[in-house]
């Protein structure tokens, strides 16, 4: 006999679910990587003033213009990713990939047009909650997007919560007011 589902949740992968997830990724999980691409940015910036300043304005210029170079990267880079793999999935489907989500007290299922996932909570790497949808990493890597609205009430996602917050303890961090 199967476990009664509790909760239920669709999420459609198009692009802005991914450039959400890429910009969450960059800007708040690893924010590590986003300082020390900062500090990087501001001695470049900082050497180009000060090679001007000693009337090096060429070798000024170039500090300058790498620095431009990584801030653009910086604001571009989730687009990029995005794009990447928006453009894999959207081969296999034009509306992007349609998931069902469905929640049982030990374990929860994934079902797309392309397989039937079950997963043990204890399995869940980390879990994050935005104001827009919950991640849930499998490892460092691989992430379920499920969309907040995409939940048949506010009750659900209520309980979705408390689920998730109950079955991971410490793993489940809320990033949203």
């Known amino acids: 006999m199967s476990e009664e589902i509790k909760i239920k949740n669709q999420t459609t992968y198009d692009y802005a679910a991914y450039l959400e997830l890429n910009k969450f990724n960059l800007y708040t999980r690893r924010r590590a990587s986003l300082t020390f691409l900062i500090v990087c940015i501001v001695i470049l910036m900082l050497s180009g003033i000060f090679l001007i300043a000693l009337d090096r304005v060429v070798n000024g210029i170039f500090y300058?213009?790498?620095?431009?170079?990584?801030?653009?990267?910086?604001?571009?880079?989730?687009?990029?990713?995005?794009?990447?793999?928006?453009?894999?999935?959207?081969?296999?489907?034009?509306?992007?990939?349609?998931?069902?989500?469905?929640?049982?007290?030990?374990?929860?299922?994934?079902?797309?047009q392309f397989s039937n996932t079950k997963l043990e909570y204890e399995k869940i790497y980390q879990a994050y909650e935005t104001n827009d949808y919950f991640y849930l990493f499998m490892n460092k890597i691989q992430t379920f997007i499920v969309e907040k609205s995409g939940f048949e009430s506010t009750g659900d996602m209520e309980k979705f919560r408390e689920l998730i917050k109950e079955k991971l303890g410490e793993k489940y961090i809320k990033k949203c007011k």
Do not use: W
């Not at 990029?80 to 929860?108: C, P, W």
């Open 64 to 112: 300058m213009c790498i620095a431009a170079f990584f801030i653009v990267f910086t604001i571009m880079l989730p687009h990029i990713q995005s794009k990447k793999v928006y453009r894999s999935d959207n081969l296999l489907n034009q509306d992007g990939l349609h998931n069902e989500f469905l929640f049982y007290e030990n374990e929860l299922e994934v079902i797309n």
